[in-house]
């Protein structure tokens, strides 16, 4: 079954940044129309010729960091796909941000926590003492068999959030604290609770949404009574799951006014979404650093000599994300490295965050001096 992914991908702040609604589920699809699973696999399932593109996903993976590897591995993978006499299809900005968006959900419930310590938590973190697993041990309380919201984490916050009020007041008549959870705690959690017999059945999705109505989201749930803006958590939320956002949403229900706003079926992961996907936007290079990854890769060499059939890349009212860089690899790479070649360049590789850099410069307008 295919579950969607849908998250807004861009890589530059400012006026420049395209924003690509990236859907994994058409990544998942375009992984094989595109012949990237005859050598490659996303968490074992596929070629293993080269690596499992599921194990690359860390925290600073974002489609800069995938453009990057690509970009370092491409005179490699050209000639395994020569020797093979396999043909890539077509890879535009949209299909980049797909596939980005395919492995970053592939990757997500790669360690899905461990049941062992969901179990420990449940009874730790007192959820035990008024929810029955299968059958009520409160009136009123429904016990794990009957939450409709066990498919993932938002959808469990957000059952958990709406509930928080009267939950409080039991957690007051019982003297029980808060019980704070952790991203990890709450992924644990989530798997113990999936798994039990009388829970099995039910399907499970990680899905974020596009995020567009995360910012209206943020006003009419009055986060904005305490928080100016979305962008003005992002420092705060920069480098974290989605698990770990929502998991910081139960810890300061709390401190929430007595009522606070109800979330509908859906809104929880819509706000969140956009949070979570705000660190793409803030994922600006300096441009600063990126004129100077521009020259010493010699990229200016080319691109800054009309003469060389190279487009001119800086100075243009374009805008360059990720998914840019990844497509204009895919189309334009080969007879770069045929150029590069004659001119006894080196194929540039990247480290860090030199690819973000580079893009920030692409896209700061600056002529080159
Ligand atoms: C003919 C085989 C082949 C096909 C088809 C292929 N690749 Fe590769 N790919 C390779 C090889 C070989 C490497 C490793 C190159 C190296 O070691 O430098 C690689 C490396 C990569 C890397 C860097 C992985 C790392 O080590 O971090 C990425 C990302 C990648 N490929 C993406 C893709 C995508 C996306 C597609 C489909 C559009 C694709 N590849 C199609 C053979 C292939
Ligand atoms: C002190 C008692 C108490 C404890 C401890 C407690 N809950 Fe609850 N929980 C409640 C009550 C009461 C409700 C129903 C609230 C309502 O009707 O709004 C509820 C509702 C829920 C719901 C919504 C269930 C549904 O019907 O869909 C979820 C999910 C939930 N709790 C999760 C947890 C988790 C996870 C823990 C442990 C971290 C926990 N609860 C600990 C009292 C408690
Ligand atoms: C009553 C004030 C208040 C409201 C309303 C509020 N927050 Fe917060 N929020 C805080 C405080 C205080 C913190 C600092 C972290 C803490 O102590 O929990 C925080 C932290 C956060 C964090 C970062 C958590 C972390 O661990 O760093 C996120 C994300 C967040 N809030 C989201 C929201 C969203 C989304 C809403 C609207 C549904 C919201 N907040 C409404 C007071 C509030
Ligand atoms: C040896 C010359 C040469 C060097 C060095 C070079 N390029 Fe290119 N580049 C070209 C040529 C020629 C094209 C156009 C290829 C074509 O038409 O298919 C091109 C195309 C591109 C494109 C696609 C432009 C478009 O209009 O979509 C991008 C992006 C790009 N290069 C980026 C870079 C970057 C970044 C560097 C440095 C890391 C670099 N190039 C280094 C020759 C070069």
Redesign the pocket.
């Known amino acids: 079954m295919i579950r969607p992914l849908l998250i807004l991908v861009a890589s530059t702040t400012g006026a420049h940044a395209a924003v690509v609604a990236a859907d994994s589920g058409r990544g998942e699809r375009l992984f094989e129309s595109l012949s990237c699973v005859q050598c490659h696999s996303v968490n074992g399932k596929g070629g293993h010729v080269a690596a499992d593109l599921g194990r690359r996903i860390d925290r600073n993976f974002t489609p800069a960091a995938l453009a990057s590897t690509m970009w370092n591995h491409a005179p490699t993978m050209w000639t395994a796909m020569r020797d093979r006499e396999i043909r890539a299809g077509d890879l535009d900005q949209q299909a980049a941000a797909d596939l980005f968006a395919y492995f970053y959900s592939a990757r997500f419930f790669d360690k899905p926590g461990d049941a062992g310590r969901g179990k420990r938590l449940f009874s730790e973190r007192a959820c035990g003492r008024c929810h029955g697993l299968t059958e009520s041990i409160k009136p009123g309380v429904n016990p794990v068999s009957q939450w409709a919201a066990l498919g993932d984490p938002i959808a469990l916050t957000e059952a958990m959030w709406n509930h928080a009020p009267n939950m409080f007041v039991e957690f007051k008549l019982k003297e029980i604290a808060w019980p704070e959870l952790s991203g990890q705690d709450l992924s644990d959690l989530l798997v113990y609770l999936r798994n039990l017999p009388s829970t099995r059945e039910k399907p499970g999705a990680f899905k974020t949404s596009t995020g567009a109505n995360g910012e209206a989201l943020f006003t009419s749930k009055g986060c904005v009574g305490c928080h100016r803006s979305g962008s003005s958590l992002a420092p705060e939320i920069k480098g974290r799951t989605l698990t770990q956002i929502a998991a910081a949403m139960w810890n300061h229900a709390p401190k929430m006014p007595a009522r606070p706003a109800h979330f509908d079926t859906g809104e929880m992961r819509e706000l969140l979404s956009y949070l979570w996907a705000r660190q793409f936007f803030e994922d600006s290079g300096n441009a600063e650093r990126g004129k100077r990854v ?1 020259n010493s ?3 200016a ?3 800054n000599d009309a003469s ?4 001119k ?1 800086t100075g243009v009212q374009r805008s360059f994300t990720g998914a840019v ?1 990844v497509s ?1 690899l895919w ?2 790479g080969p ?2 490295l045929d ?2 070649k004659s ?1 006894a ?1 080196s194929w ?1 590789r990247f480290d860090g965050r030199e690819m973000s850099d ?1 893009i920030a410069f692409l896209n700061s307008g600056n002529e080159e001096k």
């Open positions: 521009f890769k010699h990229c060499t080319c691109h060389s059939g190279a487009p890349l860089m204009a189309h334009h007879r770069m150029q590069m001119r360049i540039p580079l």
